[in-house]
């Protein structure tokens, strides 16, 4: 009995410091790893998520100018005459149309002029709602939010007959791997736009993120051609 209990107690000994040491030391490599990994993750989701904020900004404010292209000339009547055609101007970076929008008269019947076109990397809107002493609204269509800085680095507009095929007014070549059109569709030829192609390019404000592009298109509406 003796001899178990001088065995039992020799064998109660502590770590040295040097042991106590090394096992923090491992604990910090293995918390430290965990943290960095974590971190890592945090900032990837927040990134995703901005990304995706911008985007959704960025579709949103696109597909808020298609609706308006979709409504030129509905409600549009033969007896208006003077109102034809219902795009005004057209070009690679700016576009004006006619449509009716708001309540009550406009320039040309029901119809109000708007207009699109980039501005200090916004896209802005543009309403001109009645006679010529009337003062038009513009508005910005894509704002800074929760989302972060959004700036719109290009607009382009690409017209096309009712064949699909581009106006001779326009160019088509490929830009930074997208399809950019160039040039402007004279007077004479504003009545030939049946199909309207938009691509909007878009960046973030955070450091190192690639600008991308949104693409939508607005086909007008039969009952509405001359």
């Known amino acids: 009995m003796r001899w178990s209990w001088r065995v039992l107690k020799a064998d109660q000994r502590g770590l040295t410091l040097v042991e106590l ?32 904020g911008v985007q959704q900004m960025g ?31 057209a070009d690679a970076s700016r576009f004006v149309f006619r449509a ?17 076109a980039v501005s200090g990397g916004r896209l802005m809107e543009t309403i001109h709602p009645g006679d010529e002493g009337e003062a038009s609204s513009t508005r910005a269509l894509t704002v800074n939010e929760e989302v972060g800085i959004i700036t719109v680095t290009d607009l382009n507009f690409c017209y096309y007959d009712t064949f699909d095929q581009l106006l001779p007014d326009q160019s088509l070549a490929v830009v930074g791997g997208q399809e950019t059109c160039s040039g402007s569709v004279r007077g004479s030829r504003l009545g030939d736009i049946y199909r309207v192609k938009v691509r909007l390019r878009v960046i ?16 007008r509406r039969l009952e509405v051609l001359p």
């Open 21 to 52: 040491v090394v096992a923090l030391v491992m604990l910090g490599v293995i918390f430290g790893g965990m943290f960095v990994s974590t971190s890592a993750m945090a900032h990837s989701w927040a990134v995703g998520q901005h990304r995706v």
């Open 59 to 89: 579709r949103a404010s696109l597909d808020w100018m298609i609706r308006r292209i979709r409504l030129a000339g509905q409600g549009y009547d033969r007896n208006w005459v003077s109102c034809l055609p219902f795009y005004r101007t």
């Open 100 to 116: 009716d929008v708001l309540p009550g008269d406009g320039v040309c019947g029901p119809f109000e002029e708007l207009g699109y």
């Open 204 to 219: 973030s404000g955070r450091p190192g993120e690639m600008p991308f592009d949104i693409v939508s298109q607005a086909v």
